[in-house]
């Protein structure tokens, strides 16, 4: 939403996001910019959390595109 109701409020431990299938990731638009999504890859396989940003294309101009952040094992 572009108009929150309400701040985010974590006390005492940590924020957790719900792990969600890529079939329901939504499209990274204007609207969409500072969405977090967290990909579950399943057994076997990395999770992905994703971040909506804004960007400047290989043309030069702006535009939206997912940051991602893949899980590894050490």
Not at 27 to 43: Q, R, Y
């Amino acid at each position: 939403t572009t108009t929150p109701t309400q701040k985010l409020d974590i006390v005492g431990g940590g924020m957790r996001l719900q792990r969600q299938a890529v079939a329901n990731k939504p499209i990274c638009d204007p609207n969409a910019v500072g969405t977090i999504w967290l990909t579950s890859a399943g057994v076997g396989a990395n999770d992905k959390l994703e971040i909506c940003m804004l960007g400047i294309g290989s043309g030069g101009s702006p535009g939206t595109q997912w940051m991602t952040l893949v899980a590894t094992s050490t």
